[in-house]
Nanobody
């Protein structure tokens, strides 16, 4: 069984910064893509950023230059550094991993979500 534990959300003023962390644990042989998604009230979940095992990244246009995704393969952890936060970044942020377990099964797992609120 694979579990993801997220942390780092909270309330921040516009222009501020937060760092989200998502740590994976369980019976995992390898983790391929890792990513962050978000869902604002009344809106659909959207992809914020992804990172491949080799470090290639992809970002939502509205966060480019402000957010940075990174990962530590040895710790099975993905991070999202969020700078210059705006009120429209307010959402529940979810991490996601694409993994292969010891039985060579390919799966996906979601974190429980962490709330980010940008408000003065």
């Amino acid at each position: 069984q694979v579990q993801l534990v997220e942390s780092g959300g909270g309330l921040v003023q516009p222009g501020g910064s937060l760092r989200l962390t998502c740590a994976a644990s369980g019976v995992i042989f390898s983790i391929n893509d890792m990513g962050w998604y978000r869902q604002a009230p009344g809106k659909e979940r959207e992809l914020v950023a992804t990172i491949t095992r080799s470090g290639d990244t992809n970002y939502l246009d509205s966060v480019k230059g402000r957010f940075t995704i990174s990962r530590d393969n040895a710790k099975s952890t993905v991070y999202l550094q969020m700078n210059s936060l705006k009120p429209e970044d307010t959402a529940v942020y979810y991490c996601n991993i694409q993994y292969i377990n010891l039985r060579a099964y390919s799966g996906t797992q979601w974190g429980q979500g962490t709330l980010v609120t940008v408000s003065s």
